[in-house]
T-cell receptor, first 115, second 113 residues
C-alpha cells in the first residue's frame, strides 16, 4: 500500500538557518504530494502541494519539488523564522482512477527555531 | 463559512462508555473524511464519505466505530464501549470533488480513563 517516510525529528535550528526536511514515498500510479503544517494548539493546514512530476509547490518561503525518479518531495526554506516552529507532515493522495481522496501521512517532523 | 468545525474539542470518558463526535464540513464540500492521530504519529485514515454515501472504511475502524453523514452535510463518529486504546485526536476534513486539497478541523481530543 501507499506509504510516506519523512525525516525524524526533532529538528532545532537558529533563526535564518536553511531548512531541509526529507520526505520519500511509495505509491502506485501518480499520487499528489503535500506538506501540511500544525502550529501549536492549531489544526492541520496545507502548506504546499504538487500534483504531477517536476511540479514545484511553494508558499510562505517554503518549497518542495515532486521528484518521481527519486520518489521524493523534500521541504526546503532558505531562512527560517521563529514563527516557523511547528510540526510538518508530508502526505500523499493516492491515484485512484483519478478520484484522489484519502491522504497517507508521514509521522511528522517537529521543527523548533530559536532566536 | 469559517472552515471545518468539530465538536467537542475535548472529551474525557470512562472506559466502556459510548461517545459521539460531530463534524461540520465547509458547506460546499461534498467529500468528508475522518482521521485518527495518536501522539507522535501522523493522522491515519478512518473513513470517507461522498455526499451521504460512506465509500470506504479503513481496517482501523473496528465494529465499535460507526460514522454517518445524513443528508450529506454534517457527520458523526460514534465509538461504543470505549477502550483506553481509543484515546487519540480525531480529525475531520472536507474537500470538493476534483480538488486535491483537504481542509482540516481542529480535532476532538478523546481521553479514555
Amino acid at each position: 500500500g501507499d506509504s510516506v517516510t519523512q525525516m525524524e525529528g526533532p529538528v532545532t535550528l537558529s533563526e535564518e538557518a536553511f531548512l531541509t526536511i526529507n520526505c520519500t514515498y511509495t505509491a502506485t500510479g501518480y499520487p499528489s504530494l503535500f506538506w501540511y503544517v500544525q502550529y501549536p494548539g492549531e489544526g492541520l493546514q496545507l502548506l504546499l502541494k504538487a500534483t504531477k512530476a517536476d511540479d514545484k509547490g511553494s508558499n510562505k518561503g517554503f518549497e518542495a519539488t515532486y521528484r518521481k525518479e527519486t520518489t521524493s518531495f523534500h521541504l526546503e526554506k532558505g531562512s527560517v523564522q521563529v514563527s516557523d516552529s511547528a510540526v510538518y507532515f508530508c502526505a500523499l493522495s493516492g491515484d485512484s482512477g483519478g478520484s484522489n481522496y484519502k491522504l497517507t501521512f508521514g509521522k511528522g517532523t517537529l521543527l523548533t527555531v530559536n532566536p | 463559512d469559517t472552515g471545518v468545525s468539530q465538536d467537542p474539542r475535548h472529551k474525557i470518558t470512562k472506559r466502556g462508555q459510548n461517545v459521539t463526535f460531530r463534524c461540520d464540513p465547509i458547506s460546499e464540500h461534498n467529500r468528508l473524511y475522518w482521521y485518527r492521530q495518536t501522539l507522535g504519529q501522523g493522522p491515519e485514515f478512518l473513513t470517507y464519505f461522498q455526499n451521504e454515501a460512506q465509500l470506504e472504511k479503513s481496517r482501523l475502524l473496528s465494529d465499535r466505530f460507526s460514522a454517518e453523514r445524513p443528508k450529506g452535510s454534517f457527520s458523526t463518529l460514534e465509538i461504543q464501549r470505549t477502550e483506553q486504546g481509543d484515546s487519540a485526536m480525531y480529525l475531520c476534513a472536507s474537500s470538493s470533488s476534483g480538488d486535491t486539497e483537504a481542509f482540516f478541523g481542529q480535532g476532538t481530543r478523546l481521553t479514555v480513563v
